[in-house]
């Protein structure tokens, strides 16, 4: 059972990237896992082959010039981050100093970040589509269908607030950049944090989801349906009518994005 900061965490980062999130971050999440949205927090259940047959091919790409390449969250009103010279607070180099001072503040950081993404969105979730008409595929599923792997991923949370952290270059530099990905940290000291992930190793730190979703507003309010106009179909009275060949899934249903 996620937190309440393990979804709000998820909460901030959607509605800023536009993403959704596994937390912790997962090295061997991919493309094609299958499983289950609370909120804006995904927990992986299956994969796509396993639980239909299916295969999927992916492409590969970076993110757009203007992103730098890289994510960055800190949760505004909320966390304080100060650039650290050497010498000061008795650092050897440069640092970073992360105040999180009120509850749910959030400090997020993913650095050179390539995509994989699944190639043919659009005949795939035909596929699915199909595969619900016939009652394999799950409403409340969602499909991965894009995965974004950092490089450098640095987490830091704070359900209560009055947390901290400074982190430290282990070499000498002019100043701390995150955006380095050579750059090595450590923590100099830190304080009653309940998320703290610090990862210079690749790992899925956000994704993208599809799912079957009602299309547009559903004209069922008419007597060839057998609804009287104060009452709604379920999805599955509607699938009935698909099933005996009098409408087709696409009509009422499209498979896309979360």
Same mark, same amino acid.
């Given at each position: 059972?996620?937190?309440?900061?393990?979804?709000?965490?998820?909460?901030?980062?959607?509605?800023?990237?536009?993403?959704?999130?596994?937390?912790?971050?997962?090295?061997? #999440?991919?493309? =094609? /896992?299958? *499983? @289950?949205?609370?909120?804006? +927090?995904?927990?992986?259940?299956?994969?796509?082959? !396993?639980?239909?047959?299916?295969?999927?091919?992916?492409?590969?790409?970076?993110?757009?010039?203007?992103?730098?390449?890289?994510?960055?969250?800190?949760?505004?009103?909320?966390?304080?981050?100060?650039? #650290?010279?050497? =010498? /000061?607070? *008795? @650092?050897?180099?440069?640092? +970073?100093?992360?105040?999180?001072?009120?509850?749910? !503040?959030?400090?997020?950081?993913?650095?050179?970040?390539?995509?994989?993404?699944?190639?043919?969105?659009?005949?795939?979730?035909?596929?699915?589509?199909?595969?619900?008409?016939?009652?394999?595929?799950?409403?409340?599923?969602?499909?991965?269908?894009?995965?974004?792997?950092?490089?450098?991923?640095?987490?830091?949370?704070?359900?209560?607030?009055?947390?901290?952290?400074?982190?430290?270059?282990?070499?000498?530099?002019?100043?701390?950049?995150?955006?380095?990905?050579?750059?090595?940290?450590?923590?100099?000291?830190?304080?009653?944090?309940?998320?703290?992930?610090?990862?210079?190793?690749?790992?899925?730190?956000?994704?993208?989801?599809?799912?079957?979703?009602?299309?547009?507003?559903?004209?069922?309010?008419?007597?060839?349906?057998?609804?009287?106009?104060?009452?709604?179909?379920?999805?599955?009275?509607?699938?009935?009518?698909?099933?005996?060949?009098?409408?087709?899934?696409?009509?009422?249903?499209?498979?896309?994005?979360?």
């Amino acid at each position: 059972m996620p937190s309440a900061l393990h979804l709000n965490y998820a909460k901030q980062l959607h509605k800023k990237f536009g993403l959704m999130v596994h937390y912790p971050p997962m090295k061997d #999440l991919t493309i =094609g /896992d299958v *499983g @289950l949205l609370e909120n804006k +927090l995904f927990k992986r259940q299956d994969h796509l082959s !396993a639980l239909t047959g299916l295969t999927v091919k992916h492409r590969l790409s970076k993110l757009s010039a203007q992103t730098d390449n890289r994510f960055y969250l800190a949760t505004e009103g909320k966390t304080e981050v100060r650039s #650290l010279a050497k =010498g /000061d607070a *008795g @650092l050897a180099h440069a640092g +970073l100093e992360i105040n999180l001072q009120k509850e749910n !503040a959030i400090f997020f950081s993913a650095t050179d970040i390539r995509i994989h993404e699944i190639e043919n969105q659009i005949l795939l979730g035909q596929k699915i589509l199909e595969l619900y008409k016939a009652g394999i595929w799950q409403r409340q599923w969602v499909l991965v269908t894009a995965v974004y792997i950092a490089k450098s991923t640095l987490i830091f949370g704070s359900a209560k607030g009055g947390a901290s952290i400074v982190l430290e270059a282990e070499t000498d530099v002019p100043r701390l950049d995150l955006a380095d990905v050579q750059l090595q940290l450590r923590i100099k000291r830190q304080d009653t944090l309940e998320m703290n992930i610090m990862d210079n190793s690749e790992n899925v730190c956000l994704l993208e989801t599809s799912s079957v979703k009602r299309k547009g507003a559903w004209p069922f309010r008419k007597p060839s349906f057998g609804f009287s106009e104060s009452d709604g179909p379920t999805d599955e009275q509607v699938l009935d009518h698909i099933r005996r060949g009098e409408k087709n899934v696409e009509d009422f249903f499209a498979f896309t994005k979360n």
